[in-house]
């Protein structure tokens, strides 16, 4: 079973257009991380959001941590063809633990 | 800086067979990582150390081993390959000890096959 769980975990898009990405889990996590992650290279981290309710903002990128910190979400406006890879999301300090779980990730890909 | 490094990239082992993945970081980070990863399962962590001489075991430890007599290197050990432990290894590394509130920078892989 999955700690984290990804939705999609497969999204096609045209250019321009707006898309959600969601990462849920019944756990409670200290800390919440996205990372991307081009093909035959390693994630890079994009955001670590740690407070109930937090939105930080990367360029067209919105990233939101659940109230309950047991969820979150990454929104992309006007999707570019340069946002293709895969999203993963990533939750830390679950029972004090010093380590990351990761979700099963979402393989995005927007067509020009 | 190099970053993380992974050797090798690419290796393909025999069942039964045992072979070293090696990685380094040039950053003086205290905590490192051994993650693998499989298609659809996002990375599971096998093995991490907070520092020189001290490692523990993740989510997936069984079939491998690691050491850490630096603060630099990192290297895991498989023993007796199997099928199952087809995969891409990534090696990881933070400076804060609350390591999951820090960046994680991460290696560029090594995609190992078990036949």
């Known amino acids: 079973t999955q700690l984290l769980e990804q939705s999609p975990q497969f999204l096609s898009i045209q250019e321009g257009e707006n898309l959600t990405v969601y990462c849920n889990s019944s756990s409670v996590f200290s800390s919440l991380q996205w990372y991307r992650q081009e093909p035959g290279e390693g994630p890079v981290l994009l955001v670590t959001v740690v407070t109930g309710g937090e939105v930080k903002k990367l360029k067209r990128l919105t990233f939101q941590f659940g109230d309950a910190r047991k969820d979150s979400s990454l929104h992309i406006t006007a999707a570019q063809p340069g946002d293709t890879g895969l999203y993963l999301c990533?939750?830390?300090?679950?029972?004090?633990?010093?380590?990351?779980?990761f979700g099963q990730g979402t393989r995005l890909t927007i067509n020009p | 800086n190099a970053g993380v490094t992974q050797t090798p990239k690419f290796r393909i082992l025999k069942i039964g067979q045992s072979m070293t993945l090696q990685c380094a970081q040039d950053?003086?980070?205290?905590?490192m990582y051994w993650y693998r990863q499989d298609p659809g399962m996002g990375l599971k962590l096998i093995y991490y150390s907070v520092g020189a001489g001290i490692t523990d075991k993740g989510e997936v430890p069984n079939g491998y081993n690691v050491s850490r007599s630096t603060t630099e290197d990192f290297p895991l050990r498989l023993e007796l390959a199997a099928p199952s432990q087809t995969s891409v290894y990534f090696c990881?590394?933070?400076?804060?000890?609350?390591?999951?509130?820090?960046?994680?920078?991460f290696g560029p892989g090594t995609r190992l096959t078990v036949l």
């Open positions: 950053m003086n980070h205290n905590y």
């Open positions: 990881a590394s933070s400076y804060l000890a609350l390591a999951f509130t820090d960046t994680q920078y």
């Open positions: 990533a939750g830390g300090g679950i029972q004090g633990a010093q380590k990351l779980v």
